[in-house]
């Protein structure tokens, strides 16, 4: 696969119409680092992507939290320009995963442990280990041979999928146990994953709870201008960083202008949606991981069900569409009721009421989902409502009043990730670039 050398340098390689990823980050998203492609404006990413959260939260050689997968460099896309990212498909090859509510105990993190996990026998940051055994201290420094656990479960469960990868059911102790002894079978590690399998730990705190599959990607979007750990690729994880005793500390001001949101954890990013993110490097730089099963509103545990999965994409370059965070175009049914599109029997009501009070036109609008994030969830509101007064030119005082009676205000990830979502004047869509995928999306 042709390789980008840095993501400002000439390409010397054609673009090509498809890229297939299989590589990742060590955990930070580094705009020096290579990029894979580059990939033509218009063309197609497919990936192998593997479990985000508990599995390198446990990995101390990874830096992020997470494991994402290795950018992709796409012809054309410019600081200043958006990249339209239509999800095709996402499908999950784990066969069973384990997760729950978590805690961190002391010493084993140079502040933040997922970013700087330490083994505090050989104070080293970023140990190399391996497995022995089964269960929570299954994590060893290859160095001392003592445990390295930077998080360890309150409460934990292991899942099993069906064949279909429509259901789940929780595990009791021994099946937990028997799993984690084949654990990167059962996780379907893609071959260049470096992640320890969560599995190991054989948590079975939740057994014989029957679960639906939803899966979608906790992780999607663009390369931020500076250096940032995956996991805290967004406002709220992203706060951590700010005055951090690690070397990946950052100021509020850069946290702010380099971060991308694409640590969305949405349930609504799923097969069949678009997401519109910011390019603010060279090439956009296009990662993804973190695939959940399934999520309600809120990931209110910390954690849900991290699974590797395969992931089909297609991409489009948007010209001078300059954005804060990302845009989603949601499917219908992910939409809020309020923010639905009218039908035709709705319509024909709202022109009667029209012409018997002489109103004028009655105003076409079209669903728009804008991100915001922040340290917690009132800044993450203001956040999204700003971004959206300025992407429409609205005031915020018109967008409040309008995700009110048309939308509402979601809650992706508890502590700092919603989407203010309404219907939006079709005009206003015009100005701002977006109206062609919002009729797209909603047959309009």
């Known amino acids: 696969m042709a390789i980008a050398e840095k993501h400002d340098a000439p390409l010397e390689v054609q673009s090509r119409r498809n890229v297939i990823v299989q590589t990742f980050t060590n955990g930070i998203l580094d705009p020096d680092q290579p990029m894979l492609g580059p990939v033509q404006d218009g063309g197609t990413i497919i990936a192998n992507t593997a479990p985000g959260c508990w599995g390198p939260m446990i990995t101390p050689r990874l830096r992020g939290g997470h494991e994402v997968t290795q950018p992709v460099f796409v012809d054309g896309a410019k600081p200043g320009d958006a990249v339209a990212i239509r999800i095709r498909d996402i499908s999950v090859t784990s066969i069973a995963t384990a997760s729950g509510h978590d805690t961190w105990p002391e010493g084993y993190a140079l502040g933040d442990p997922y970013v700087a996990p330490r083994c505090p026998t050989c104070d080293e940051l970023w140990p190399e280990t391996h497995i022995e055994g089964v269960g929570p201290k299954s994590v060893v420094c290859d160095s001392c041979g003592k445990p390295v656990t930077p998080f360890e479960f309150v409460h934990g469960y292991t899942v099993v999928f069906d064949d279909t990868r429509s259901v789940g059911l929780t595990m009791p102790k021994k099946s937990a146990e028997e799993i984690a002894a084949n654990a990167d079978h059962y996780a379907a590690l893609p071959d260049n994953s470096v992640q320890h399998s969560i599995l190991n ?59 991308t949101d694409g640590h969305l954890d949405i349930d609504a990013v799923r097969a069949g949606a678009i997401l519109v993110a910011p390019v603010k490097v060279e090439g956009a730089g296009i990662y993804m991981g973190d695939m959940h099963a399934l999520q309600g509103d809120g990931e209110i545990a910390g954690h849900t069900m991290d699974v590797s999965g395969s992931v089909t994409l297609q991409v489009e370059v ?27 029997t709705e319509r024909a009501k709202a022109r009667h009421l029209a012409r018997e009070w002489g109103v004028g036109d009655v105003e076409e609008s079209a669903p728009i989902s804008v991100v915001g994030s922040g340290p917690d969830l009132n800044t993450a509101t203001d956040n999204g ?44 869509l015009e100005k701002a670039g977006l109206a062609k995928f919002a009729r797209e999306q909603y047959g309009l």
Not at 202 to 220: E, I, K, N, T, Y
Not at 404 to 428: D, K, S
């Open 201 to 259: 730990y054989a948590p079975s705190d939740m057994a014989g709870v029957m679960v639906r599959m939803r899966p979608f990607l906790g992780q999607l979007g663009t390369t931020p201008s500076i250096p940032i750990p995956d996991s805290h690729n967004a406002g709220d994880f992203g706060s951590a960083l700010i005055g951090a005793p690690h070397p990946y500390a950052i100021s509020a001001e850069e946290l702010t202008e380099h971060r």
């Open 318 to 344: 948007v010209k001078k569409r300059a954005l804060d965070g990302p845009v989603l175009f949601p499917l219908v049914e992910d939409l809020p009721p309020m923010a639905r599109p009218f039908n035709e």
């Open 385 to 428: 409502l700003r971004r959206a007064a300025d992407l429409l030119d609205m005031s915020e005082a018109e967008i409040r009043n309008r995700a009110t009676v048309t939308g509402a205000i979601e809650i992706g990830r508890n502590p700092g990730v919603i989407q203010v979502t309404f219907l939006a004047p079709m005009t206003n």
